[in-house]
């Protein structure tokens, strides 16, 4: 068993850009340009192929957010590797009411370099549900695994309104 705790200072990116991950979804507190001095501090627990963390962030004049997440592996051999990912977070904006977001996701690893991912995030507070799918294939790598050539896509959908008005994807 293994377990870390953080605590530092970190620029948060305004966009997820590793294809084979869970994406944390990116729902900045002020425009980029603010992105400065950003605090973030969190610990985690991993054990057996799961984890469980727990961070918060301050960004200064734009407001904070507390986030859960947690791993669990599915299914794992030599060459495959299948994960379910989960998050639930709260964001408090400066002079704005907070609001949750939550949100899971599948994602597969081949050993060979290959990879997809499909999942949704939530904001109930303004009923918007974003679903994701991304995938990666190796199309060359180096025999000392330090080089590598990947082909990659990706495609999301944002969706307004409640159940009935939903649009699929």
């Known amino acids: 068993m293994e377990?870390?705790?953080g605590l530092g200072e970190e620029e948060i990116a305004p966009e997820f850009s590793?294809?084979?991950?869970?994406?944390?979804?990116t729902t900045p507190?002020?425009?980029?340009?603010?992105?400065?001095?950003v605090k973030q501090f969190g610990t985690g627990l991993h054990f057996n192929e799961h984890s469980?963390?727990?961070?918060r962030t301050n960004q200064p004049g734009a407001g904070s957010q507390t986030r859960l997440d947690g791993s669990?592996?599915?299914?794992?051999?030599?060459?495959?590797?299948?994960?379910?990912?989960?998050?639930?977070?709260?964001t408090q904006p400066v002079g704005s009411p907070s609001f949750g977001s939550h949100g899971a996701g599948l994602n597969w690893n081949n050993a060979n370099g290959h990879g997809?991912?499909?999942g949704f995030d939530r904001t109930p507070?303004?009923?918007e549900t974003n679903l994701y799918a991304r995938g990666r294939a190796n199309l060359w790598q180096s025999k000392n695994r330090q080089t590598s050539l990947d082909a990659f896509g990706s495609a999301?959908?944002?969706?307004?309104g409640s159940k009935k008005r939903q649009h699929k994807l």
Not at 30 to 37: I, K, L, Q, R, T
Not at 156 to 160: A, D, I, K, L
């Open 125 to 127: 507070a303004i009923k």
């Open 29 to 37: 507190l002020a425009p980029e340009s603010v992105n400065e001095h």
């Open 72 to 90: 669990a592996n599915l299914f794992k051999t030599p060459s495959n590797r299948l994960d379910l990912n989960a998050f639930k977070s709260r």
């Open 3 to 5: 377990a870390s705790l």
């Open 18 to 25: 590793v294809p084979t991950h869970f994406p944390v979804p």
């Open 52 to 55: 469980f963390s727990a961070t």
């Open 116 to 118: 997809a991912s499909a």
């Open 156 to 160: 999301s959908r944002t969706v307004f």
